[in-house]
């Protein structure tokens, strides 16, 4: 167990709905990042968060966007669903900004029907 | 841009036996870090091995170890005495800045009895 808890751990929904998934980090650690792995693209890095800023951004669609909010808590919104965004999202932690080592969540299945 | 390149997408040793898997990367920095990644049937991302670039020394953990080849910007992976829980994805990464990931395609390896 890393200690990182992702929700839902699976999640079905149609083309054009929203949904939300949400991450909470390791006790003590301040980084979120977020990934995608499909196996089109295989790992992407989307978004990362440093106590409840922004800190870099990667392949991120316009359609998602997340936050972390201030018991460091992560969510990480994805809209008007597509069948392409069918994948595994990770979430991952750091204690620091700069880290080099993250711990991973067990991921959320996403598929969109 | 950062590219992580596996160029072995399965591959099979049998039971006890040392299989290495293969990486290299593209980067102009001088600095970075490399990582090994595990990813079982469970999807959960472990963290196998991970290198400093400035530490000329190859990474040990038990059964695992890297051949950190910098000029070559060859980073491959050895497992050593190969045990049936070894089955899984492996994939390798890369980050400059201690930031997000840059992950290789991955190697998909069976370990047979």
């Known amino acids: 167990d890393s200690g990182v808890t992702q929700t839902p751990k699976h999640l079905i929904t149609a083309t054009g709905q929203r949904v939300t998934l949400r991450c909470s980090p390791r006790s003590g650690d301040l980084s979120v990042y977020w990934y995608q792995q499909s196996l089109d693209q295989g790992l992407q890095f989307l978004i990362q968060y440093y106590n409840g800023e922004e800190r870099a951004k990667g392949n991120i669609l316009e359609r998602f966007s997340a936050q972390q909010f201030p018991d460091l808590h992560s969510e990480l919104n994805l809209s008007s669903l597509e069948l392409g965004d069918s994948a595994l999202y990770f979430c991952?932690?750091?204690?620091?900004?700069?880290?080099?080592?993250?711990?991973f969540g067990q991921g959320t299945r996403l598929t969109v029907v | 841009a950062q590219t992580v390149t596996q160029s072995q997408p399965e591959m099979s040793v049998q039971e006890a036996e040392t299989v290495t898997l293969s990486c290299t990367y593209d980067?102009?920095?001088?600095?970075?870090?490399l990582f090994w990644y595990k990813q079982p049937p469970s999807r959960q991302m472990i963290l196998v091995i991970r290198q400093e670039a400035y530490k000329q020394q190859n990474a040990t953990e038990n059964r695992f170890s890297v051949n950190f080849q910098k000029a070559a910007k060859s980073f491959s992976l050895k497992i050593s005495d190969s045990q049936l829980g070894d089955t899984a994805m492996y994939f390798c990464a890369f980050t400059e800045s201690g930031y997000a990931l840059n992950f290789g395609k991955g190697t998909s390896l069976l370990v047979t009895p």
């Open positions: 991952a932690s750091s204690v620091g900004s700069g880290d080099t080592e993250a711990f």
């Open positions: 980067t102009s920095e001088n600095n970075y870090y």
